[in-house]
């Protein structure tokens, strides 16, 4: 099993859909999660960090479940602009290394 | 202003020959890390260093090599022994604790 785990996509959705992305990590010490943006050809930026209580910028809403271990990104109102590929990271403490890890990214395309 | 630089943009590698990517960051963190991407593939890790004159090999260190003499510097060889280089490669470095990376524009590596 992968330590994260993306749906690849692509999710295609009409401009002012509700769009949402799950992410799943397979170790239960993870301590950080993080939601980054890629353009394409571009590279990866940071969206929004992601917390247990949830955390909103904007049109985006960012969840973390620690019980079953997924973290879930929203989009609301989409936009052209929000094509893009999203991709999940989880951080975890490991003999004395903090290692990263990406997911492989969720293609979003959003149409006219 | 604060940030991450790779150069060069753009970069050409004829058969045996090595090469070296630069990686510059003005934020003070104390990790820094390479990753490899290629098309519409996720990011996999190739070296990262949590402090000077420290680093780790990553999942896919075969064929680079790294150093890590000053806080500031992250450079990037790919050997000879490399016999696939053609990627876009990617510098990124975060503070210590729970801090998200932050990421350089990358280098656009290709064989001649």
């Known amino acids: 099993r992968k330590e994260v785990e993306q749906d690849p996509g692509p999710f295609n959705v009409p401009e002012g859909a509700t769009v949402a992305f799950n992410c799943t990590y397979s170790n239960s010490a993870s301590q950080s999660f993080f939601w980054y943006r890629q353009d394409c050809r571009k590279e990866p930026k940071l969206l929004m960090s992601v917390y247990s209580s949830g955390n909103e910028d904007g049109r985006f809403t960012a969840q973390l479940n620690r019980a079953s271990q997924y973290i879930s990104l929203l989009i609301r109102d989409s936009k052209l602009s929000d094509s893009a590929t999203y991709l999940c990271?989880?951080?975890?403490?490991?003999?004395?290394?903090?290692?990263?890890?990406f997911g492989i990214g969720t293609k979003l395309q959003v149409i006219p | 202003d604060g940030g991450i630089t790779q150069s060069p943009k753009y970069l050409f590698r004829k058969e045996g020959q090595n090469v070296t990517l630069s990686c510059e960051q003005n934020?003070?963190?104390?990790?820094m890390y390479w990753y490899r991407q290629d098309p519409g593939q996720g990011l996999r890790l190739i070296y990262y260093?949590?402090?000077?004159?420290?680093?780790q090999k990553g999942d896919i260190a075969e064929g680079y090599s790294v150093s890590r003499e000053k806080k500031e510097s992250f450079p990037l060889t790919v050997t000879s022994a490399q016999k696939n280089p053609t990627a876009f490669y990617l510098c990124?470095?975060?503070?210590?604790?729970?801090?998200?990376?932050?990421f350089g524009d990358g280098t656009r590596l290709s064989i001649l």
């Open positions: 990124a470095s975060k503070s210590a604790g729970n801090q998200p990376q932050h």
């Open positions: 260093s949590q402090i000077v004159n420290d680093f």
């Open positions: 990271v989880v951080n975890k403490h490991s003999g004395g290394y903090q290692k990263v890890t």
């Open positions: 934020l003070n963190h104390d990790a």
